[in-house]
């Protein structure tokens, strides 16, 4: 299983960009990263899934250097609606199964006025 | 369409009762998992399936069964509750691409269950 390490907290205020990192050292090769975006007393939702370089979509980008052992999701001009905790998830799914898929442990990200 | 529905919301156990939770999802995908969350320590799988009538064991599968007789469900049993069940427990599914994978996993509203 990869061994994956988030912040635990960040802070950041409305309107600026965020870039919330996370480490994969023993990512493997045909493990994909994804991020999840949860609020209070709801399931996890999906935000943004990568293999390498650079992703974006309507919400966030990202960042996967060439080593893959770290990733970076940039999510631009955060509004307070964007607190919430922020997922790192790093594995392979596909028909051969899913046990190796590893959630971190999670960046509760705060943002103020 | 309801996504994922999670049954029942909340519930609270005495050590050694058993119980079911039941996942449904009306997407039909092929994929569906059970995650558990505590407090620091993110979500951990727990057992999933590739498909009806298949189910694997994930990273903390002990103390759990699991079974998929229908595409559109995916139950969880714990037969024999302990203390260290207490948990958020969440259940996902998810779509396989054609020659591909995906790790874009729709989670349910997940169940509150404490063990006494």
């Known amino acids: 299983l990869a061994k994956i390490t988030q912040p635990i907290s960040m802070d950041s205020y409305e309107g600026q960009e965020v870039n919330i990192t996370c480490s994969h050292n023993?990512?493997?090769?045909?493990?994909?990263i994804t991020w999840y975006q949860q609020f209070p007393s709801q399931g996890p939702r999906f935000i943004i899934q990568?293999?390498?370089t650079k992703v974006t979509n309507e919400v966030a980008s990202l960042f996967i250097p060439a080593d893959r052992k770290s990733s970076t999701l940039s999510l631009p001009r955060v509004s307070l609606s964007d607190t919430a905790v922020y997922y790192c998830?790093?594995?392979?799914?596909?028909?051969?199964?899913?046990?190796?898929?590893?959630f971190g442990k999670g960046t509760h990200l705060i943002i103020q006025p | 369409n309801a996504g994922v529905t999670q049954t029942p919301k909340f519930r609270v156990l005495k050590t050694g009762q058993s119980m079911t939770l039941l996942c449904a999802q009306d997407?039909?995908?092929?994929?569906m998992y059970w995650y558990r969350q505590d407090p620091g320590m993110g979500l951990r799988l727990i057992h999933y399936?590739?498909?009806?009538?298949?189910?694997a064991k994930g990273e903390v599968p002990d103390g759990y069964n699991v079974s998929r007789l229908k595409k559109q469900n995916f139950l969880l049993g714990l037969e024999s509750a302990a203390p260290s069940q207490t948990s958020v427990y969440f259940c996902?599914?998810?779509?396989?691409?054609?020659?591909?994978?995906?790790?874009?996993?729709?989670f349910g509203p997940g169940t509150r269950l404490t063990v006494t």
């Open positions: 990568g293999y390498k």
């Open positions: 023993n990512i493997a090769t045909n493990d994909y």
């Open positions: 998830l790093v594995g392979e799914r596909s028909g051969g199964g899913a046990d190796g898929l590893t």
């Open positions: 399936s590739v498909g009806e009538g298949t189910t």
């Open positions: 996902a599914s998810s779509y396989l691409l054609a020659g591909g994978t995906s790790n874009e996993q729709y």
């Open positions: 997407m039909n995908h092929e994929y």
